[in-house]
């Protein structure tokens, strides 16, 4: 079946950049999801990359698809205390009506 | 409103007691999904429901948990029975439609669930 895989935790200083890292297994997933989840908040897209592109910029957040290695990034430029959450990476099945979640990464950002 | 909603936000019941969560989701939006995310962990896909057709129960983990959807409204999440295990936080979803891209999951904050 389905696997995501995170790292659990990233730690950065303020103005840095983050990169936090993803792996499915899933070959046919068709889009690829970033989401971000403040405590005791339900989870907001952030943005998501469809499976025959291999980088996607939306002003800060650069997404970046290795589909040959499976391997996703989701890279935030300045990182501000702000952007202190738990980032989760999904993947769509084919159908696009299911997604599988990985276990998030926590996101701490030192001013 | 404008968001997915759910209550009661929190919930602490006895070990063996029925509960039952409730969610709003944005109006219009056809498809309705319920996670389970326990502490410090990733989202578990329970239940789908999508328009009218029949719901997707594959992830429900035992016959303690069902869901209910009133046409393309409000969903209820039954468990039964509770157990130590059922602590976690419930998260429904919404989205316009299930499998267009343009249609993202828009998420409550979540029921936090405390069995004791």
């Known amino acids: 079946g389905e696997d995501v895989e995170q790292s659990l935790f990233l730690s950065v200083r303020e103005g840095d950049s983050s990169v936090i890292n993803c792996t499915y297994t899933d070959s046919s997933s068709t889009y690829l999801y970033w989401y971000k989840q403040e405590p005791g908040a339900g989870l907001q897209l952030l943005t998501y990359i469809f499976s025959n592109m291999d980088m996607k910029q939306d002003q800060r957040l650069t997404?970046?698809?290795?589909?040959?290695?499976?391997?996703?990034?989701?890279?935030i430029?300045?990182?501000?205390?702000?952007?202190?959450?738990?980032?989760?990476?999904?993947?769509?099945?084919?159908?696009?009506?299911?997604l599988t979640f990985g276990g998030g990464t926590r996101l701490m950002v030192k001013p | 409103g404008a968001g997915v909603s759910q209550s009661p936000s929190n919930k602490v019941t006895e070990k063996g007691k029925d509960v039952e969560l409730r969610c709003d989701p944005i109006s219009g939006h056809t498809a309705l999904y319920w996670y389970r995310q326990r502490l410090?962990?990733?989202l578990e896909f329970l239940i789908y429901f999508q328009g009218n057709s029949a719901p997707d129960k594959s992830g429900l983990p035992s016959d303690r948990f069902s869901a209910e959807r009133t046409?393309?409204?409000v969903s209820t999440l039954t468990i039964q029975r509770t157990q130590q295990e059922d602590s976690a936080v419930y998260l429904c979803a919404s989205s316009l439609r299930a499998g267009n891209r343009n249609s993202p999951?828009?998420?409550?904050?979540g029921t936090r669930l405390t069995v004791t």
């Open chain 2, 71 to 73: 046409g393309e409204s």
């Open chain 2, 40 to 42: 410090g962990q990733g």
């Open chain 1, 63 to 75: 997404v970046l698809l290795n589909k040959k290695d499976k391997h996703l990034s989701l890279r």
């Open chain 2, 105 to 109: 999951l828009h998420f409550g904050n």
């Open chain 1, 77 to 98: 430029a300045d990182t501000q205390t702000g952007d202190s959450a738990i980032y989760f990476c999904a993947e769509s099945n084919n159908a696009g009506n299911m």
